[in-house]
């Protein structure tokens, strides 16, 4: 399981690099995204992304009143959802790495009159500028396979969950029914980087998206890597056949 997390730390999509050059350029990719990235969710899944999203909160059921971490929140999707599961009664902070998918994010949450209860902070998956035990819950949606140390990203979610918390991710996994495997690779490798190309004029940002979920460990895997990093009753819920998933554990 180590071999996993250390491979994940060398791996620009199909590309080796040093480890201490990846998250720059991750950064890159998503300062090139920016402007355009959720159009081109919409686009790249027709939709779809919105149902894995919803099932994310779903499976959270958030509470009133709770105080909610979103890391990798970019452009704010997870966050607007909790906080109209809760009527506006959270504090959510989203924290992302990279300030041009904040400020997408702070713009919608402005034009949707979301002004209370959601921070906006810039910050590292893998040293999360957050106290100990300081949130009640930790999202992170199609954000880690994007962090160079995935095992230092877990310890984080860890490290500010109050005991008793809620850890989930949502994020690309393998698919489990093989017969997609053709259509699948196709759509992938082929479609998701012309896309890139047609309406971002960037294939090669779709092409490391589509790469670096290739990359990433398997459902059983990455559940060892979340209960390696201290998490209990972990779980997995597979999504439009293994497309995706979430994983779920809990601090105690
Ligand atoms: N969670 C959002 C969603 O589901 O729409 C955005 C997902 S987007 C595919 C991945 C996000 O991860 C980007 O906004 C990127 O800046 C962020 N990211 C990449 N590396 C990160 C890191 N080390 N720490 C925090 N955020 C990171």
Known sequence: MKDAADELARSFGYEMVDPAEKATKVRQVFDRVAARYDLMNDLMSGGVHRLW??????????????????????TGDVAFRIMDRVGGEAAIAVCDINHAMLEVGRDRAIDRGLVHGLSWVTGDAMALPFKDKSVDSYTIAFGIRNVTHIDRALGEAYRVLKPGGRFLCLEFSRLIIPQLRPIYDQYSLRMIPAMGKLVAGDAESYRYLVESIRRFPDQKTFAGLIGRAGFDLVKLRNLSGGIAAIHSGWRL
Not at 61 to 73: E, I, S
Request: aromatic share 4%; hydrophobic share 45%.
């Open 53 to 74: 999203k919803d099932a994310l909160v779903d499976w959270l059921a958030p509470r009133k009143g709770l105080t909610h971490l979103d890391v990798a929140g970019g």
